[in-house]
């Protein structure tokens, strides 16, 4: 089993079939991931702003991890840890993943679930965030 499928195993069943299609895009440039994953950040919190209900810091947490992977796939040159690492900020940024990030305040679960399943194939589980 490839890294790619161990970590299609360790993601929630609800978020595979967008992970799978995130897995098979093409390559994205890492700063352009990062700058998607800062102004995505940047959106939650102003819409936080306005609902109270909505934690700013639980996306900062998996901003600075998405970050922390993007740093490892920068010094990695393996295919298969970068498409990962794509994958999950890009999910983390993907309006229409299993939980609207904006909707609720489990809106950020998913993106967790799927972060803290690359920390763990990666061997980084160290840096997984607890879910809320």
């Known amino acids: 089993m490839d890294l790619?499928?161990?970590f299609l195993d360790a993601v929630p069943e609800s978020t595979r079939?967008?992970?799978?299609?995130?897995?098979?895009?093409?390559?994205?440039?890492?700063?352009?991931l990062r700058r998607q994953v800062r102004e995505h950040t940047t959106r939650f919190a102003v819409a936080?702003?306005?609902?109270?209900?909505l934690d700013p810091g639980l996306a900062q947490r998996i901003e600075d991890r998405c970050l922390q992977l993007l740093d490892r796939a920068e010094r990695d040159d393996s295919d298969a840890l970068r498409?990962?690492?794509?994958?999950?900020?890009?999910?983390?940024?993907?309006?229409?993943?299993?939980?609207?990030?904006?909707?609720?305040?489990?809106?950020?679960?998913?993106?967790?679930?799927?972060?803290?399943?690359?920390?763990?194939?990666?061997?980084?589980?160290?840096l997984s965030i607890s879910l809320p």
Do not use: K, M
């Open 48 to 53: 936080a702003a306005r609902d109270p209900a």
């Open 4 to 6: 790619c499928d161990e």
């Open 83 to 126: 498409r990962i690492v794509q994958a999950t900020c890009e999910y983390y940024v993907y309006e229409d993943d299993a939980d609207g990030d904006f909707d609720s305040v489990e809106g950020l679960d998913d993106d967790i679930e799927v972060v803290n399943a690359a920390l763990f194939v990666l061997g980084l589980d160290e």
């Open 17 to 32: 079939s967008v992970i799978e299609t995130l897995l098979r895009e093409s390559d994205v440039a890492v700063d352009v």
